[in-house]
């Protein structure tokens, strides 16, 4: 498995929406559909690996874990104050 380009939406510290982006077939016009952050939401892009199919709940959370992971080493650290 390679890694995706990934949209993710986040609250706070909680994913709210993943969405892994697809190339068009060849030809083809890419898709149009989107998601988009609402109010005191987030949106970041992410490469991540993803799971050729979520067969069940446990496959969609561990794959919602790695995309905390991965949010989380993307975080900036933050300058201590004197």
């Given at each position: 498995?390679?890694?995706?380009?990934?949209?993710?939406?986040?609250?706070?510290?909680?994913?709210?929406?993943?969405?892994?982006?697809?190339?068009?077939?060849?030809?083809?016009?890419?898709?149009?559909a989107a998601l988009h952050a609402?109010?005191?939401?987030?949106?970041?892009?992410?490469?991540?690996?993803?799971?050729?199919?979520?067969?069940?709940?446990?496959?969609?959370?561990a794959f919602h874990a790695t995309?905390?992971?991965q949010l989380k080493a993307k975080?900036?650290?933050?300058?201590?104050?004197?």
């Amino acid at each position: 498995m390679s890694a995706r380009k990934v949209v993710v939406i986040t609250q706070g510290s909680r994913v709210v929406g993943t969405q892994v982006v697809l190339d068009p077939p060849a030809g083809q016009p890419a898709a149009s559909a989107a998601l988009h952050a609402g109010p005191g939401q987030k949106l970041h892009v992410l490469d991540v690996v993803v799971p050729e199919a979520f067969a069940d709940a446990k496959a969609m959370l561990a794959f919602h874990a790695t995309v905390q992971k991965q949010l989380k080493a993307k975080k900036p650290a933050r300058k201590k104050r004197r």
